[in-house]
């Protein structure tokens, strides 16, 4: 009973921290870039329009600057910056010029390589999610685990098995936060003129400050 209950516990904390966190900093990195928040909201009032209030499901495959502002988000602020802990199983004799020995402990820098200035040209310390676009390099990169420079949910047989269940919540959530609401106004403490975008690392990379924000409809 205590082994089930320690499980669910797991799969409850992974499942909805790390996609409140990407959906926390998705928002947060939109009110800090005012143009991406436009942007996004003109594509959504062209395709889902204003006459309808709820962003489905169904409208994110015609939505690719939602999908960018996600990637974008991801590989900012990986939810998991150092992902779950591997072992190899053999020896490996060359990865990167390093030979890793059997049975060592093997952790990911998820967020060293979202930042690497060789693998995103770009200021990969700037929010840009039109690198993801269809006319950039980086535009066939998806998060599903098929390309290395992006990987949230990891990859291969042991990637995250609620990829297609946390992916799709935090675009709609995203989207409808913006689609819903015409202003946001960032609520900031005594002394601070701008919204703080440092982080604090625990289970997941969570911001250090809390984000509140008051929406207006107008």
Not at 33 to 43: A, F, I, T, Y
Not at 135 to 158: A, Q, W
Not at 159 to 182: K, Q, S, Y
Request: net charge negative; aromatic share 6%; charged share 25%.
């Amino acid at each position: 009973m205590k082994w089930s209950f320690l499980h669910l516990q797991d799969l409850l904390a992974a499942g909805v921290e790390t996609t409140s966190t990407t959906i926390d900093w998705g928002m947060s990195e939109l009110l800090s870039n005012p143009s991406v928040m436009g942007k996004l909201r003109d594509e959504l009032n062209t395709v889902v329009g204003r006459e309808r209030d709820v962003v489905e499901v169904s409208d994110i495959p015609q939505l690719p600057y939602l999908r960018a502002v996600v990637k974008e988000t991801f590989r900012m602020h990986p939810p998991t910056p150092l992902m779950i802990p591997r072992m190899s199983l053999d020896v490996c004799e060359d990865v990167g010029g390093y030979r890793i020995p059997k049975g060592t402990m093997v952790l990911i820098n998820l967020w060293a390589i979202g930042h690497d200035p060789d693998i995103w040209k770009d200021d990969p310390n700037m929010f840009l999610p039109d690198r993801f676009m269809f006319d950039c390099c980086n535009s066939s990169i998806d998060v599903k685990g098929k390309h290395f420079e992006v990987l949230p949910f990891g990859s291969g047989r042991r990637i995250c098995p609620g990829m297609h269940l946390a992916l799709p919540t935090v675009e709609v959530t995203l989207a409808n936060l913006v689609h819903a609401f015409d202003d946001w106004k960032v609520v900031l403490p005594p002394g601070q003129h701008s919204l703080d975008m440092s982080d604090k690392c625990g289970l997941s990379c969570r911001r250090a400050h809390p984000l509140i924000v008051v929406p207006r409809k107008i």
